[in-house]
């Protein structure tokens, strides 16, 4: 237990498999995660094919990947609060959350691909994310925009067995992965097979390396990102990328439904990881107020300019957690227990106010506890700036901008007719 005792709480309640699933996650990431981060981030830094092979492959073996996907596919059988936990504590143990994202992706999206993949896809891919041998993630965005998913461009032309993929993807998360980690992998990819509008998307499992081995026509690059340096981002061209029709996921031209239940599952761990990181945070600005003392030997808690902005951003957190693990909670009535009184629309408000007020809650919080830090925070040696800008990615707009969260929230709440205008 941190210096924050984690909150007794009868309304948001976990069962004694899940306390003990979190204590051991916990325990794994103290001792394999935590005394890493730093190390991660600043190599990748550098350079950022620099992948932590090595804990990820650890990761896999511990079982923090595919939580919720079947065992009948090499998942772990668990539940989506369970990739919940498991998200929080690893962002925790690593605040610039390049690990947690890493994780997040790949309980997220292997278990949309279960939702919607064929019995074979399942099998060949998921066991390979599960051990973390393959990466599986979402390649959405397009060099255009990322927000107007019913305009993306990429093309898949139906060739017989094959679709032939034509045109670009950027800003994708994995793209150095697929190719160092053993057996490769790819993402849940969305590309237009119709005509024009959110009618004409289809989803793949887009898969550009197996068994270590790289398709022709996908052709890859880098970039040099400011935060979370341990994942790596990059775009990728397609040019007649062939992929056989049995990796088509659910039906041609549903793809924009599909892709948006997949977005609301992981969404939910994204926003764990920034409650996971504001744990860190909030913990190091209690550990520096109990030693920070000015003015004759006051703690610097005891100017409320400073301690009122605690209580403040610490309502926000407690407020996260809830709406977090109230999303975690609706998806396992959705996706594990298959209740027929919930529906996955029903995750589409919980999940928005999620992902808008964690990440945001987490990235103010850190450049409070720079502030707090004073000049200190400013130098490399005061880690807090890697846990401001990696959730920052999350503000910024990876898994959906948080315009789009408030939009959600709004057409949900007011009705579509009315914020469509
Ligand atoms: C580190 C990182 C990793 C990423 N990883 C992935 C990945 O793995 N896969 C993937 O597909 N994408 C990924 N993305 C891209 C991400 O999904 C996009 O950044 C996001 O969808 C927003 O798209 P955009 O950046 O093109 O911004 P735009 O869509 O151009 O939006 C720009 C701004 O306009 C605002 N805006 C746009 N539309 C509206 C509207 N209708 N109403 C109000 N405001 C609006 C947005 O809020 C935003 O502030 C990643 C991004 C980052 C930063």
Redesign the pocket.
Known sequence: MGVIEYPKDPVLEFSEEEKLFRESVREFCEKYIAPKWVEVDEKAEKDPMAIPVDLIKKMGEQGLFCIPCSDKYGGQGGTYTMATIAIEEIAYADPAVALA?YAL?NNGWPFALEIFGKEEVCQEIIPEVAKGNAFF?????????????AGIKTRAEKKGDVYVFNGE??????VGEVQKLPWGGG?FLIARTGGEGHRGLSAFAFIVRKNGKLKEGWIPTIYE?I??HGLT?GGFILENFELEKDYLLGEENKGFYHVMEGFNLARIVVAAATIGAARWLLEKAVEWFRQRKLFGGRSIASFQGVSFKFADLYARWEASRYFVYRAARLADKIYIEKDPNFNPKDLNVPVALAKNYGPETCVDLAEEVMKWYGAYAYTKEAPIFRAWLGPF?YV?????????M??IIARDIIGREFVQG
């Open positions: 994202v992706l993630g979402i390649a959405s965005t397009e060099p255009q925009g990322g927000s107007d998913v993807k950027a800003y994708i998360s994995g993402w990102d935060g979370r981002t990615s910024i707009g990876a898994e959906g901008a948080q315009n789009i408030r939009y």
